[in-house]
């Protein structure tokens, strides 16, 4: 075929497929800078906290921001990849998308491109986006890696994949993952990583708490799914794992704010089980695809330490599935479900 172009037209690069993974985000350092510049992107979206910005801006920059980076930047040191020097939740993510795409590119050669993006701090959803379409991604597939829907995790960072749409002139094709908690691998993953866990204690916890990111309580009032869908990946858990009632239990963390949230509180949950008689238990966060702040230091030490102090013995963090094989295996069957009519 002639080409009919004129001399002075753009090269344009072969069509490809965009998988552009997000994870909540990161600080760049743990200085008061780097993590004020954090928080208050974090802080001041409206799908986190809905407040009136003519109420909660001031408050937020005058009073939150001038103390809480120094606390948050200090529960950020204790966990820090000082090798790497970034979180760990930007480690885990970029070692989640380095074993995707490898599989990926088994399956597609090198028409499907991975590449991973934070809703809040660096990489930007837009500085992705604008790299995936640079490399010739006509269609993009986008997957927030949260199991479970609400509107302060996959809506937001949708929010942020569609704002960054609205800068690039020619638009690629999307779509969006929906949460992935019934997924049979992932369940299968999750229900493995308990069992693991399980086989190196002896003897076994007393209970599991399955402990979520909670949410003011009203946003379950107004429509959010989250709720129901975290207590059914505990009900889905325990079927996995063929255990009775009273072996799991559902709470949630990570309150902020004078508002009542999700409850029970994982904090006040487990310092109960401890005055309750069961000494000895494990705690896993089904909530995250990767190990994070709220997961190493606020389960591993603050939760912890709430069990310890009213009596318990036996405190059993279960990570992550982070970039197990078995959990990759699962991304990568989601992907693939969401990718029909595009890769064949």
Known sequence: MTDTRPASHPVLPTDKI???????????????????????????????IDYPRWKWQPLLQLI????????????????????????????ITRAQTEKIAATLADRHGEGVVVDYCMR?????????????VEQGCRRILFFPL???????????????????????RWQPAVRTVPPYFTNDGYMDALAASVRRAYAALDPE???????????????????????????????????????????????????????EWLKPYTVEEVARQAEAGNKRIAVIAPAFSADCIETLEEIREEIRESFE??????????????DDDAHIAA?????????RGWTE
């Open 18 to 48: 965009g998988v552009l993974l997000a994870n909540l985000g990161t600080p760049d350092g743990t200085d008061y800078w780097s993590m004020r510049r954090y928080l208050s992107e974090f802080l001041s979206d409206r799908r986190v």
């Open 64 to 91: 939150i921001l001038s103390k809480r980076p120094f606390s948050s930047g200090a529960a950020y040191r204790s966990i820090w990849n000082e090798e790497a020097n970034e979180s760990p939740l930007a480690t």
């Open 120 to 132: 809040y701090g660096n990489p930007s959803t837009a500085s992705k986006v604008r790299a995936l």
């Open 146 to 168: 949260y199991p479970q829907y609400a509107g302060a995790t996959i809506a937001t960072a949708n929010d942020q994949f569609f704002r960054a749409l609205m800068e690039e």
């Open 205 to 259: 916890p007393d209970i599991l708490i399955c402990s979520y990111h909670g949410l003011p309580e009203r946003y379950l009032t107004e429509g959010d799914p989250y709720h129901c869908q975290c207590q059914k990946t505990t009900r889905l858990l325990k079927e996995r794992l063929g255990w009775a009632d009273d072996r799991i239990k559902t709470s949630f963390q990570s309150r902020f704010g004078p508002e």
């Open 309 to 322: 102090h009213a009596g318990g013995e036996r405190f059993t963090y279960i990570p992550c599935l982070n």
């Open 331 to 339: 991304l990568c069957d989601v992907i693939g479900d969401n990718l």
